[in-house]
């Protein structure tokens, strides 16, 4: 005699919501890493404006992995796609939103830098912190070289992004810190090379408030990063076990005296990626997702299913997407 358990439904936040969060998430990185950059004394230490950069990707990650997963980043959102967990529909919807709240971080900074009597010319304070390459980058650095770092930086920060997000990885709350650690140290190294921000959201703001060589040269910063998150997420689509999309729920084994059904249908927006990252509801097991489950009527699922399942069925999904069945 098989037991019924009431139906527990797995909403996801609307992608209004995930778009504001995003939004808020890059305005608090570009106002943190621009600003610390722009009024720290860099003679005296870099550390403190890259510490505030990975920081503020941390905090934001922590504040808004209950709506989204904490993108922040044109790059990240590109491996993400690239991976399978992201639809391109909602990818391109986060890279607006993260223009949007970049430009909306470095306008905040604009309206600072305006108050200050003793600097006269914003645009030369901004470029202080823009990122260029050769007579523009502090060490002087050539297109070659900075090109080099943004691909190899990106596709370290990606790498580190989809893997500690992984629903996988047991550690997966610790995402946040991982992340932000990873992008301070990469920022560290970027401000001595010239201020290679490894996020084309941050240089586009950047560059808009600063000098028209910084337009110029900002093509290097959405080429690099765009192709090093590529190559990242092309990899990392390789494992199917971090390349899986993320339901935002962690599987939990069914108790052995339970062998009903319940009904576990998501909600039809709900993200790939997942609306909240870092938690998992209790007492829901992650495995089938279609509304007809095998022995059960529609809508139902087994909670005596193997967990092991659920996750094979999810581990073609990032495939399914290149092959042009998911959307």
């Known amino acids: ?195 290679v921000p490894f996020n084309p959201a941050r240089a586009t703001a950047n560059a808009i408030f600063s000098s028209s060589w910084a337009l110029e040269q900002l093509w290097l910063f959405w080429v690099a990063p765009l192709a090093g998150a590529t190559i990242a997420g092309l990899v990392v689509r390789g494992f199917s076990d971090l390349g899986q999309p993320d339901a935002g729920i962690v599987p939990v084994e069914a108790p052995e005296s339970v062998a009903g059904t319940a009904d576990a249908r998501p909600s039809a927006d709900l993200p790939d990626d997942g609306g909240a990252p870092f938690a998992a509801p209790d007492g829901i097991a992650a495995g089938h997702r279609s509304d007809q489950a095998p022995g059960g009527a529609p809508g139902e699922i087994s909670l005596g299913q193997s967990a092991a399942k659920g996750e094979d069925d999810g581990g073609d999904e990032a495939r399914e997407f290149f092959d042009g069945k998911r959307g």
């Not at 504001?20 to 720290?40: C, K, P, Q, R």
């Not at 260029?132 to 980058?137: A, C, D």
């Not at 002087?140 to 992984?166: H, K, N, Y």
């Open 1 to 195: 005699m098989s037991l019924t358990v009431p139906a527990v439904p797995v909403r996801s936040p609307r992608l209004i919501a995930r778009l504001s969060a995003e939004a808020l998430g890059t305005m608090f990185l570009v106002l943190a890493g621009i600003g610390a950059a722009m009024f720290t004394v860099s003679q005296v230490s870099t550390v403190p404006s890259s510490l505030a950069a990975g920081l503020a990707i941390a905090a934001s990650m922590l504040a808004f992995g209950h709506i989204t997963i904490g993108h922040f980043n044109p790059a990240i959102t590109l491996g993400s796609m690239i991976a399978g967990r992201t639809r391109p529909l909602e990818a391109l919807a986060f890279v607006v939103a993260q223009l949007v709240g970049g430009l909306a971080g470095a306008l905040v900074i604009f309206g600072v830098v305006r108050t200050i009597p003793s600097l006269q010319d914003s645009r030369a304070a901004f470029d202080t912190v823009a990122a260029g390459f050769g007579e523009h980058s502090t060490a002087q650095v050539p297109l070659a070289g900075v090109l080099l770092l943004e691909v190899i930086g990106v596709a370290l920060l990606v790498g580190v992004f989809l893997a500690a997000t992984s629903r996988r990885n047991v550690n997966r709350a610790m995402a946040p810190f991982a992340v932000g650690l990873s992008f301070a140290v990469l920022v560290q190294l970027g401000m001595a090379i010239g201020n």
